[in-house]
């Protein structure tokens, strides 16, 4: 079930006595935030990028985390904060496929050796 939110315009007219008359768009927002985390292996929990090569290359999840989810932010997940906050817009749902870090998005495994560096 989905809720809609109208933002009123409101027009002033010098002619008119009393009155506001009102049009609106719509932002359609999702009561049960339908958006989640998509990743296999982050199951949700937010993990910043390490970047530690010192062990040599222990593999895509360690040393990248959820870098790539578009719900990725530098200090958690956007998933648990912004969308949240938003209401559960449904313009978070544009981004369906991309929940689950760009190692995952090109097939890469959590702990497969990290050959590429675009991650």
Known sequence: MKNTYRKPLILADSELAEGIYTSSGAET??????VKCESAYMNGVWQAPTYDWSN???????NYGCLGCRAYRSNGCGLLTDYVASGYASSYESD???YKPTWEQKNYGPNDPVTDFNC
């Open 29 to 34: 927002i999702s009561a049960t935030g339908t």
């Open 56 to 62: 040599g290359t222990p593999g895509y999840k360690y």
């Open 96 to 98: 369906i496929g991309y």
